[in-house]
């Protein structure tokens, strides 16, 4: 399990917490969210439980198109939130960041600097 007082997830955590909200206001401006954007090519992947328990993240397309049921913006945002300040799952957040890799602070973000 990771350490949640580590100094980088802190700062991995507020990233991604950051980007969420430009990718809202994206969102609420009817532009295309980053995420959306990242999902369309396959980076990543926001679905639903099997069990509907909630959604899961994953770092490739693990359903068909035929099968993929998609998920509402605001319901991603909603789930990755908690996932950046209550699990704070380091892969987890490391995949979502790497979504927004064209954002000046992931360079600096990314060697820890």
Same mark, same amino acid.
């Given at each position: 399990? /990771?350490? %949640? @007082? $580590?100094?980088?997830?802190?700062?991995?955590?507020?990233?991604?917490? /950051?980007? %969420? @909200? $430009?990718?809202?206001?994206?969102?609420?401006?009817?532009?295309?969210?980053y995420l959306d954007e990242a999902e369309r090519h396959g980076r990543i992947r926001i679905m639903y439980a099997t069990q509907g328990e909630g959604l899961l993240v994953a770092a490739d397309p693990v359903e068909t198109p035929e099968e993929r049921v998609p998920v509402p913006f605001p319901d991603k945002v909603a789930f990755l939130r908690a996932?950046?300040?209550?699990?704070?799952?380091?892969?987890?957040?490391?995949?979502?960041?790497s979504v927004y890799d064209a954002h000046p602070d992931w360079d600096s973000l990314r060697l820890g600097t």
């Open positions: 399990m /990771a350490d %949640l @007082d $580590d100094p980088d997830l802190d700062q991995l955590s507020a990233f991604v917490l /950051a980007r %969420l @909200d $430009d990718d809202e206001r994206r969102f609420n401006a009817g532009e295309l969210p996932e950046a300040r209550v699990m704070r799952d380091p892969d987890v957040l490391r995949l979502v960041a």
